[in-house]
């Protein structure tokens, strides 16, 4: 069964508005394993995501995908609370004025800021199955999901200038990619994401307990 932690996410001012607005968020054994999740939203694609006994990582997803960087401030917003509870002070997250150029938000923090690129950790073949027939499932192994968020950061470096870019890994929609045993299968590969040569390299999840970096 799933824990106390049943909640409707408002999140933090973004701009002026709010983001997460009515989206509801189930976390099963919240304070230790955090080995189910459940995501649930009028407005964005709903989601699940277990652990199973066997170690290999179940997920689904039902809905219409966003399109493009709609999910963008969603994934800053979370990045931002999980640099909080590890005690970097972002004062404010600013998207950009206007049209995206590499740059998808600013955290502003006393010491500087940080220039966020954000790019979904799901590979499209996903996208594509969500957006023709509504759903998509998933079962495989950790490794295989760690595997190809490497694949997906390489890929983003190639197109893209690095030096000074955090890179956001969006699994906001996708959380069976930012469950701890893909994170920690991840951070096995820490020298290679870190070798790609951007600044810092964030995993993050519907919440703040889904946030991983994967470069260090």
């Known amino acids: 069964m799933f824990g106390s932690i049943l909640r409707r996410v408002f999140g933090r001012p973004i701009d002026g508005r709010l983001s997460f607005a009515g989206r509801l968020i189930a976390i099963k054994n919240p304070t230790t394993t955090a080995d189910a999740i459940r995501v ?48 970097i002070q972002v004062v404010r997250v600013q998207r950009p004025p206007g049209p995206e150029s590499g740059v998808d938000c600013t955290l502003h923090c006393p010491g500087g800021t940080r220039q966020v690129q954000v790019t979904r950790a799901a590979g499209f073949a996903l996208w594509r199955e969500l957006a023709q027939s509504g759903q998509a499932n998933v079962d495989t192994e950790p490794c295989s999901l760690s595997n190809a968020l490497l694949q997906t950061t390489k890929d983003k470096a190639r ?21 701890p045993p893909v994170a920690d299968a991840a951070r096995r590969m820490a020298g290679d994401f870190a070798s790609l040569g951007f600044a810092e390299v964030w995993l993050v999840g519907p919440t703040p307990d889904f946030v991983w970096r994967l470069d260090r």
Do not use: F
Not at 46 to 53: D, G, R, T, Y
Not at 161 to 169: D, F, K, Q, W, Y
């Open 159 to 179: 197109g893209m200038v690095v030096t000074g870019v955090t890179l956001a890994l969006d699994a906001t929609d996708t959380p069976w990619l930012s469950m």
């Open 40 to 87: 649930s939203d009028s407005l964005t694609p709903s989601s699940a995501s277990e652990v199973l006994v066997s170690g290999a990582i179940r997920g689904s997803i039902a809905g219409k995908p966003r399109r493009n960087e709609e999910g963008a401030s969603d994934c800053c917003q979370v990045l931002a609370e999980r640099m909080r509870q590890h005690g």
